[in-house]
């Protein structure tokens, strides 16, 4: 694989309500900020990816509020509708295609504009499912509960993911909600949907994102080394709820297996430095744990228990606090993306990690994770 | 450096106002199971999917994920990709970058579109902005009318002018068993018809239909294992330019014209009406069937419709436009412009049965949608250099 | 699936569902609706680079990518660029209610601007209606912010 590698990075603050601000006005200043921290000028820019969603925009054509935002006139652009890691994974291919020299993808979204749970009703089949009311939270409930059941995983070993990552958030100025909780905290918030807690689910969060992806010899013009792309994978599992082994991903087995491979990858635990992976509720990020071969199945728990995965851990998860600290969804998976490029970058004061040269992103789309990208980032 | 990429099977539903006899994931794989029939592959050699369809039509959230079942996405890497009515050009984009890339071999495009499942005119308003723009929009057709108008006003151009393109597309299904309409209209139909937005009338429209379309693109690795006549893409490019609906000026379908010059140098066209065997171009109405093709660089500005009366864009003409019938004769908004990507390819694939050109060797397909944004692709029967 | 084609073909129904959505307006939009509903009157913003004049305003001209920070006051005058007359009456998605039919759309090149902008105008027969005509606008006696402030666009008079 020719090489591909991120050169500048942007984000917005991530905050409950923007009131004051458009989608247009979040995209425009990560599209600037991207641009100071790669050093380069919007001409430099040879084509766009923007990535928004129709039902949380109230727009159809979601794209078209944010062009002008984002340099997008007389370039080619496009624009994925679904997690950020998607758009950057599109935007990587169409540098790597040889078209073009350098991409800027972008991603907004304002959660704070309608209601979170019509919205993610709505991914719920309107023939057999949508009239249960099914929305993130109950069907996300479901998977937990399953999880649980499968392998006798607790509430509290949930709450220790809350606890680390918003504790996480405090060293990340950019987030929306840092916290020093404990797990009685977690398990004492209001119950949303048995099992999972106020505390144990990601915030409503409005921001912005943007990454810019160069070849060898664009990146050549930028201020920072690149961070290159070393291995990519997506995939999705099956649709119905019931189709699925809410308890597994193997989804998520395969598309990391693809991104490990192609990085040379096949300890994780060992050869990956910091990991920033979806965690749109607490059980997530141990479920993930497993998909992601950090442990073996069933033993997200464990993994958890052992420290492993805090600051100061032998694998750091999230420490930027994660989705559980800001979640303005489709642009959490960017997010994840660029706090690895930082963290590789040596920039993520407060939260860093030693001698990080390879870390992982990943990202979710469709109810119950069901479809996932993994990118693995290094120097 | 980049992977060279042809187009290897396509499958098409008979697009039609209404299936009620399907749902959104039978539809889709109806043209999924026929594109993998004509391409002689199976669910196990696709290694990606792409889809996209117009969010507001179906109602239906993260529709990659939804589609698994009809898509073929089940354990593989699927994404959605949505631009409003360039949709369909753009999901063929993805899907040409995705193999250009190098990290995948044989990918599945689909575009699709259910119209009949919701108010077509009111999710489109959506499109545009909210406070200063949807108050006084007039849906897809209003902004099509305003454009026709200037141009009768700054060429002379007549409605029969515009009437004759309708004539010429929707004469030309006649010979596609997938398109929606398929009516033997003459000109005085046309101009009977009644007005919609002035100068617009019903003939000279497009109508709202249900169909999906899938294309399987595949690398140089695998192309010529797959296809007798790959349809090699030469090059593709878009633009998206504008935003508010006052945002561009009507002088000539600028977007187009804009994508025109920036490929044709890449690909060496310099005279489209000769170089081009054949078109597939996205034109949701009569007039911009006059208008654009202007923008194409076929003939000069205001020369549209002393082109059209020739005769040069019939079937036998010099460069036949939309043998398939066009959008005029199909509007599947999500799939449309993968119909113009499919039919554009099919010419050179020698499929293209009764609507076939005789030895086409190069093809033009384009895409349109959103604020008078465009999209372009050509193929070639000769592999690239 | 012989059984299957003797029965009806259902279809789910959605439903009356109502969606509410809270755009934020930001800096721009909400001077021009705030000048609309007050001051009577039309604003388009300046580019800096380009010099041209934009109306609806907004932040950053689309061409040079540069922000747009000068405020010009328009006359609220300006010619016909195009227009349609439209027949066909669909549920506005903001209202609910069905536009009432014909109505007529333009675009119209405000004097002082370098851009076309749509709104009504209230004649409703083609024929009377000319591209170039010169064009005023009629404000609303209660405005509340909103681009029907002006309830359309009438000639002026002896042009």
Redesign the interface.
């Known amino acids: 694989m020719d090489k591909v590698g991120i050169v500048g990075v942007g984000q917005t603050k991530y905050e409950r309500k923007k009131v004051g601000e458009t989608f247009f006005d979040m995209i425009y200043e990560v599209t600037v900020k991207a641009l100071d921290d790669a050093g380069l000028t919007i001409d430099d820019i040879d084509n766009v990816i923007t990535v928004s969603n129709d039902f949380w925009d109230g727009r159809t054509i979601s794209s078209m509020a944010v062009q002008d935002a984002c340099g997008s006139r007389h370039k080619d652009i496009s624009t994925v509708e679904g997690d950020g890691v998607y758009g950057a994974f599109y935007g990587a291919m169409r540098v790597l295609s040889g078209s073009f020299g350098t991409t800027l993808v972008v991603a907004h979204n304002k959660c704070s504009q309608s209601r979170m749970n019509q919205i993610t009703n709505a991914m719920f089949d309107p023939i057999y499912t949508r009239a249960l009311g099914l929305d993130a939270i109950t069907s996300s409930a479901m998977q937990a509960r399953a999880y649980m059941d499968a392998f006798g995983i607790t509430a509290e070993q949930f709450a220790r993911v809350s606890v680390k990552n918003h504790k996480n958030a405090k060293n990340n100025p950019l987030a929306q909600i840092a916290l020093d909780l404990t797990v009685e905290d977690v398990l004492k918030s209001r119950l949303l949907a048995d099992p999972l807690r106020l505390l144990d689910a990601s915030p409503i969060t409005d921001g912005a994102a943007a990454v810019i992806w160069a070849n060898e010899a664009a990146a050549r013009k930028a201020k920072k080394a690149p961070v290159w792309m070393k291995g990519v994978g997506h995939m999705s599992d099956a649709y119905h709820l019931g189709d699925r082994d809410l308890a597994r991903s193997p989804a998520l087995v395969g598309a990391a297996g693809k991104a490990y491979a192609m990085a040379g990858i096949d300890d994780p635990l060992k050869q990956l430095d910091v990991a920033e992976i979806y965690d749109a509720f607490s059980y997530m990020e141990l479920m993930w744990y497993e998909g992601l071969g950090f442990c073996p199945e069933g033993g997200g728990g464990k993994l958890m228990d052992a420290g492993v995965t805090q600051m100061g851990g032998d694998l750091p998860v999230n420490p930027s606090g994660g989705c559980l600290s800001a979640n303005a969804v489709l642009v959490a998976g960017l997010a994840r993306l660029i706090e690895c490029v930082l963290q590789v970058r040596g920039e993520a004061a407060g939260r860093q990690v030693k001698d990080c040269s390879t870390a992982l992103a990943h990202g979710i789309n469709g109810p119950c994770g069901q479809s996932h990208c993994v990118m693995v980032m290094g120097k | 450096?980049?992977?060279r990429v042809a187009i290897v099977g396509t499958g098409q539903t008979k697009a039609s106002s209404g299936r009620?006899?399907v749902?959104g994931q039978e539809m889709i794989n109806e043209a999924v199971m026929k594109a993998l029939a004509e391409a002689e592959l199976t669910r196990d050699d696709i290694d990606a999917v792409i889809i996209g369809n117009?969010?507001?039509f179906?109602?239906?959230?993260?529709?990659?994920?939804?589609?698994?079942?009809g898509s073929g996405?089940?354990?593989?890497?699927?994404?959605?990709?949505?631009?409003?009515g360039t949709t369909g050009t753009?999901v063929a984009?993805?899907a040409?970058?995705?193999v250009?890339?190098?990290?995948f071999d044989k990918v599945l495009a689909i575009g699709w579109e259910k119209n009949s499942?919701s108010?077509t005119?009111?999710?489109?308003?959506?499109?545009?902005?909210?406070?200063?723009?949807?108050?006084?929009?007039?849906?897809a057709?209003?902004g099509l009318?305003?454009?026709a108008?200037?141009y009768m006003?700054d060429w002379g151009a007549t409605q029969e002018d515009a009437a004759r393109v309708a004539v010429r597309d929707r004469q030309h299904a006649l010979n596609n068993p997938n398109a929606h309409l398929r009516i033997d209209i003459n000109i005085d139909d046309v101009m009977k018809s009644?007005?919609?937005?002035?100068?617009?009338k019903y003939l000279d429209m497009c109508p709202r239909t249900d169909a999906a379309c899938a294309v399987i693109f595949a690398s140089e690795d695998y192309a010529e294992k797959i296809c007798p006549k790959p349809a090699w893409v030469l090059g593709t490019?878009?633009?998206?330019?504008?935003?508010?609906?006052?945002?561009p000026?009507?002088r000539t379908m600028i977007t187009l014209e804009?994508c025109a010059k920036a490929l044709y140098p890449r690909i060496g066209i310099t005279e489209p009406l000769k170089q081009f065997d054949v078109m597939e171009l996205y034109l949701p109405s009569s007039f911009a069937g006059v208008q654009w093709i202007e923008a194409l660089g076929l003939c000069k500005n205001g020369g549209g419709p002393e082109l059209i009366a020739s005769g040069a864009t019939n079937m036998g003409g010099e460069c036949p436009i939309n043998p398939s019938g066009g959008v005029l004769s199909s509007n599947p908004i999500g799939a449309t412009g993968l119909l113009r990507v499919a039919e554009g390819a099919l010419q050179i694939m020698g499929r293209a049965d009764k609507r076939q050109v005789p030895g086409a060797k190069t093809a033009l397909s384009s895409g349109f949608?959103?604020?008078y944004w465009s999209d372009l692709m050509a193929f070639s029967a000769k592999k690239p250099n | 699936m012989e059984d299957v084609k003797k029965k009806e073909l259902l279809s789910v129904y959605s439903g009356e569902a109502e969606q509410p959505f809270e755009w934020s307006a930001g800096k721009y939009v909400s001077r021009f609706l705030v000048e609309m509903r007050d001051n009577k009157r039309l604003v388009g913003c300046k580019c800096p680079k380009c010099k041209k004049v934009l109306v609806p305003p907004r932040r950053v001209c689309g061409e040079c990518f540069v922000q747009m920070d000068e405020i010009v006051t328009l006359s609220g005058e300006g010619s016909l660029y195009s227009f349609t007359v439209l027949n066909f009456g669909f549920v506005d998605p903001d209202t609910g209610i069905q536009r009432p039919v014909p109505y007529t759309c333009a675009n119209i090149a405000l004097d002082g601007t370098d851009c076309t902008w749509a709104h009504y105008l209230e004649e409703t027969d083609p024929a009377k209606i000319k591209i170039g005509m010169r064009l005023r606008p009629v404000w609303e006696e209660n405005r509340r912010g909103h681009l029907l402030d002006i309830k359309h666009f009438v000639p002026v008079e002896g042009k």
């Open positions: 450096m980049g992977k009620k006899d749902n117009m969010d507001h179906e109602g239906i959230n993260y529709v990659d994920t939804w589609s698994v079942d996405g089940f354990m593989k890497p699927i994404m959605k990709v949505t631009t409003g753009t984009m993805a040409y970058y995705h250009a890339s190098g990290l499942e108010d005119t009111g999710a489109i308003i959506t499109a545009f902005e909210p406070i200063v723009d949807r108050p006084t929009f007039g849906g057709v209003g009318a305003v454009m108008n200037r006003h009644p007005m919609i937005s002035w100068p617009i490019t878009n633009r998206h330019n504008f935003t508010f609906i006052g945002d000026s009507f804009e949608g959103g604020c």
